[in-house]
């Protein structure tokens, strides 16, 4: 089965509005964690990611949180826009592994 | 920079008929490359993955098979497929080696798959 799962299947938000999205692992060999974003009928694309030995990493407009004691991730996203409406997959990888096991994924739908 | 490209986008076939979908990669050398299914309002499911020209590993007993005759070129086949063989496939590339975070994966736009 599947070792990472996402808090809620949706969440709607209010453009403008900070979103955060949450994601929970179970495997604590895991060293890498990534977040994607699927719009419909696309593949995923690549937003951002976190090695297990930082606890906070930044991009334009998104932040990922990762707290390795409750094996949470957090995806933040400032002032959302309607574009960033999409299915939000979080993803790890173990340093020695070659597969990303995914989780099942949050769709967020930011109204105007 | 990097490009992965797959056809078709689309495709519907008939129960039992064969399947050939088709990935390349420009742009890097020496890839790892992989297959993965999506079920409608599903997650993603490893298919088969390959670090090298025919080093093929599969994850899911199945159907379906994957060749890598070349170094950029990763092939999804079955001889007959089934109803649930149904999804959108996606194929993926990341750097084997790297000072970069590697494993990270890069998508390719998918092929929307209909058995009827």
């Known amino acids: 089965g599947e070792s990472v799962g996402l808090h809620l299947p949706t969440l709607s938000v209010q453009e403008g509005d900070n979103s955060i999205i949450n994601c929970a692992y179970s495997n604590s060999a895991s060293d890498y964690f990534i977040w994607y974003k699927q719009e419909s009928g696309k593949g995923p694309q690549f937003i951002i990611d976190?090695?297990?030995?930082?606890d906070k990493r930044q991009g334009q407009r998104v932040t990922v949180l990762l707290n390795k004691t409750v094996k949470h991730l957090s995806l933040q996203i400032a002032a959302t826009q309607p574009g960033d409406s999409a299915v939000y997959f979080c993803?790890?990888?173990?340093?020695?592994?070659?597969?990303?096991?995914f989780g099942k994924g949050t769709t967020l739908s930011v109204s105007s | 920079s990097q490009t992965i490209h797959q056809w078709p986008a689309t495709l519907v076939q008939p129960v039992g008929s064969p399947l050939s979908l088709e990935c390349t990669v420009e742009?890097?050398?020496?890839?790892?490359l992989y297959w993965y299914r999506q079920a409608a309002g599903r997650g993603l499911q490893l298919l088969f993955y390959?670090?090298?020209?025919?080093?093929i590993s599969s994850e899911v007993p199945q159907n379906l098979s994957a060749s890598r005759p070349q170094d950029r070129q990763f092939i999804l086949s079955s001889k007959k497929l089934l109803l649930s063989d149904s999804g959108f496939y996606l194929c993926?590339?990341?750097?084997?080696?790297?000072?970069?975070?590697?494993?990270?994966?890069?998508f390719g736009p998918g092929t929307r798959l209909t058995v009827l």
């Open positions: 390959s670090i090298g020209i025919d080093q």
């Open positions: 993803a790890e990888n173990m340093v020695a592994g070659t597969a990303l096991i």
């Open positions: 742009g890097t050398s020496n890839p790892n």
């Open positions: 976190i090695r297990s030995n930082m």
């Open positions: 993926a590339w990341s750097v084997r080696r790297s000072s970069l975070p590697a494993h990270t994966q890069y």
